[in-house]
């Protein structure tokens, strides 16, 4: 608990409280399915073998459109800044505290990232996996609404990323700064979470 308590900021806002919409494929899907997920939630999903067969599968399609087309009908996922009525920003109920990024195109440098950012010390990770596609990283950071609105994080996350560990454009989706961004679930037995909400749960 301790470790938990130091990672609140000044509005008593804790990554073990936090709960974000979960949506049933496929994308056309806009309303969330059951109760809201916490961090470890989503953490043990990407971790079993709930997605394993749909990510083996989008691995093998060489084709982008055909790729984009099978991720859309074949993978659940979830709004990590918040929970929904509908997946769209006027239907925010409450804000997780949650920034999502998504780094995608990464190449050969995916493992490289990934250990990077688990080390990362000026934004601390608090869930991090590699995507369905295997080619880029979701990374879960928390930041201080009382500070500066979503969209502002978003943009200086998104600028930190590009300078810090010299990637493009791209690299960095420039897509994902709507509070309602979704975040597809793959399968990814290595996902990392960090240390003091595994303990905690």
């Known amino acids: 608990m301790e470790g938990l308590r130091n990672t609140q900021d000044a509005g008593g806002w804790s990554p073990a409280d936090v709960r974000m919409s979960f949506f ?15 961090l470890f ?39 990590p800044s918040g ?60 930041i201080d609404l009382s500070r500066c609105d979503h969209r502002t994080w978003f943009t200086a996350v998104r600028h930190y990323l590009m300078t810090t560990y010299r990637l493009d454009e791209k690299q960095v989706d420039p897509l994902c ?4 961004r979704a975040c597809y679930l793959g399968y990814d037995p290595q996902a990392y979470l960090m240390t003091e909400l595994i303990e905690f749960f």
């Open 24 to 38: 049933r494929k496929p994308i056309t899907n806009k309303r969330p399915t059951g109760e809201p997920v916490s």
């Open 177 to 180: 700064s709507n509070k309602s």
């Open 83 to 142: 929970t929904f009525t509908y997946c769209s920003d006027a239907s925010l109920l409450r804000h997780s505290g949650l920034l999502c990024m998504d780094l995608d195109g990464l190449g050969q440098r995916v493992e490289e990232l990934f250990r990077k950012l688990i080390d990362e010390r000026t934004f601390r990770t608090l869930l991090l996996f590699r995507s369905p596609s295997g080619q880029g990283l979701k990374w879960f950071i928390h």
């Open 41 to 79: 939630q989503v953490y043990y999903y990407v971790r079993s073998r709930e997605a394993m067969a749909q990510t083996e599968a989008l691995r093998r399609i060489a084709d982008h459109e055909e790729a984009r087309r099978f991720k859309a009908a074949n993978f659940d996922y979830i709004t």
